[in-house]
């Protein structure tokens, strides 16, 4: 049963840093591309960061380019998401997910999602 588990996200001033991590199971994270997302308050979910299958190459929105590094560890079957001088607009629900086939039904399951706030 595919599963992501993320974790991390806390109320942070501007700035300031978080690490985002995204446990996953029930598939091979090298199989497949990841992806992170993101969903503010009111907003649709956006694409934040999305590293190919092969951990190689990383595209970032631009918003987010130069202030976030993606990373995995395949062993251990997590990606991070290294966040640095957050802004107020980096606030919402953070979630990882692999980029199934879309006839795939295991592209419907999410996990929960961590929670970032950038206030002060």
């Known amino acids: 049963q595919v599963q992501y588990v993320e974790s991390g996200g806390r109320l942070v001033q501007p700035g300031g840093s978080l690490r985002l991590s995204c446990a996953a199971s029930g598939f091979t994270i090298t199989n497949y591309a990841m992806t992170w997302y993101r969903q503010a308050p009111g907003k649709e979910r956006e694409i934040v960061a999305v590293?190919?299958?092969?951990?190689?190459?990383?595209v970032y929105r631009d918003t987010v380019k130069g202030r976030f590094i993606m990373s995995r560890d395949s062993a251990n079957a997590t990606v991070y998401l290294q966040m640095n001088s957050l802004k107020p607009e980096d606030t919402g629900v953070y979630y990882c997910?692999?980029?199934?086939?879309?006839?795939?039904?295991?592209?419907?399951?999410w996990g929960q999602g961590t929670q970032v706030t950038v206030s002060s």
């Open positions: 590293m190919s299958r092969a951990g190689d190459n990383v």
């Open positions: 997910k692999a980029a199934w086939p879309k006839t795939d039904e295991r592209g419907n399951i």
